[in-house]
């Protein structure tokens, strides 16, 4: 069975510019997780999506927002990059709420 | 204060030693995962609990949910031990994370 996967793996990007990382969870699983990692202040939460419906957020600015398809497939976007939002990225999968959860490898995003 | 508290937050041992990393947490639970990650690498989940003991190989998770806390024990380390430990409490559809245990064992 296939892990989490995530696209690209490394994004160096200049501030002002957009990105959008993209998560594929497991199969069959329908909740798919974000999570920023920093040196500063450790992992934090980002949203979490199950079938399509973002149910929970973290305290985030609205330049992060994320969604998630029909497959489960789910993208985040961060728009107007600033330095602080260098980071790696983490997507956690799992089957339903409450269940183990399963990371994917990350995405490192620089911002020059 | 942080919800999820780990300590200690660094950690040296000589190769064989038994290692016990400690996480408290203040907020309502419904499993505390133990993560491991490497250096420059992704995270890996090693447990995840919610009721008593885990065992697999070397590693030991605990948790006791009426004092809030959750040990999580290494026998004979390795030197393929070293890496950060993280707990996450897994609290209202999101993991709320300690700050992570760096253990390094040497040779």
């Known amino acids: 069975k296939a892990g989490v996967t995530q696209t690209p793996r490394y994004l160096i990007k200049t501030r002002g510019q957009q990105v959008t990382l993209s998560c594929s969870p497991i199969?069959?699983?329908?909740?798919v997780s974000w999570y920023q990692q920093t040196p500063g202040q450790g992992l934090q939460f980002l949203f979490e999506?199950?079938?399509?419906?973002?149910?929970n957020k973290g305290n985030f600015p609205g330049r992060f927002s994320g969604r998630q398809f029909s497959n489960s497939r789910s993208e985040m976007n961060v728009s107007t990059l600033e330095l602080g939002d260098s980071a790696l990225y983490l997507c956690?999968?799992?089957?339903?709420?409450?269940?183990?959860?399963?990371f994917g490898p990350g995405t490192r995003l620089t911002v020059l | 204060k942080n919800e999820v508290e780990q300590s200690p937050q660094n950690l040296t041992a000589q190769e064989g030693e038994f290692i016990t990393i400690n996480c408290s947490y203040s907020?309502?639970?419904?499993?505390l995962h133990w993560l491991q990650q490497h250096p420059g690498g992704g995270i890996v989940s090693l447990f995840m609990?919610?009721?008593g003991k885990k065992k697999h190989g070397r590693l030991i998770a605990t948790i006791n949910i009426q004092e809030k806390h959750s040990s999580l024990h290494i026998t004979a380390s390795h030197p393929r031990d070293s890496a950060v430990y993280i707990c996450?409490?897994?609290?209202?559809?999101?993991?709320?994370f300690g700050t992570g245990t760096r253990l390094q064992v040497f040779p």
């Open positions: 956690v999968s799992s089957l339903a709420t409450h269940n183990e959860q399963f």
């Open positions: 199969s069959g699983h329908r909740s």
């Open positions: 999506y199950f079938s399509e419906t973002q149910r």
């Open positions: 907020v309502g639970i419904s499993a």
């Open positions: 609990l919610s009721s």
């Open positions: 996450a409490a897994y609290n209202t559809d999101k993991l709320i």
